[in-house]
């Protein structure tokens, strides 16, 4: 039996990642149309990442970001997207690599993924063929729980998060 594998869940995160991208690219071209806005959580001190020092300090371990009515040149590659947003009326630049992202959501739609984290120096495209068996991360935090509706509200419109843990060899 051959000792190499389809890496089908570095396949599918990286699919997933590329619609992360096409909306961006999509925003960045035309952006924002109807009520669509975009929480985009990172690690903060993942490799690549530029942003200033006191948000790096003030978010060590993750850090979200709403675009919605206030960007600025955001830019899209293959690998990172870059914006300007304010931060108490302080206008920053941001550079996050896709790999960095733990979640991105739009809840205009209901629309929601969450990621594995990319460890450093490991690749945020596919390896097609590798010869370990895929890790498992216990550090990925679910999502949080929906605040209870108001007695005879009905309750809130929930997005479904994608996680692939249940693709991945345990």
Request: no cysteine; aromatic share 10%.
């Amino acid at each position: 039996m051959p000792k190499e594998q389809l890496r089908y869940d570095r396949m599918v995160e990286s699919a997933l990642r590329g619609v992360v991208r096409d909306a961006l690219k999509q925003a960045s071209d035309r952006g924002l149309p109807g009520n669509h806005h975009f929480y985009l959580t990172f690690r903060t001190g993942h490799p690549g990442i530029d942003i200033p020092e006191y948000l790096k300090s003030q978010y060590p371990g993750e850090m979200t970001i709403v675009l919605q009515y206030q960007f600025f040149g955001l830019e899209v590659t293959d690998e990172q997207f870059s914006v300007t947003l304010s931060f108490n009326n302080v206008h920053e630049r941001l550079v996050i690599p896709f790999a960095a992202i733990t979640t991105f959501a739009d809840p205009s739609v209901n629309f929601a993924l969450q990621f594995q984290p990319v460890a450093p120096g490991e690749s945020a495209e596919v390896e097609a063929i590798a010869d370990r068996k895929p890790e498992r991360r216990d550090d990925a935090k679910p999502a949080a729980p929906a605040a209870p509706a108001a007695e005879g509200e009905p309750p809130p419109k929930r997005g479904e998060v994608v996680t692939l843990d249940a693709f991945r060899k345990k």
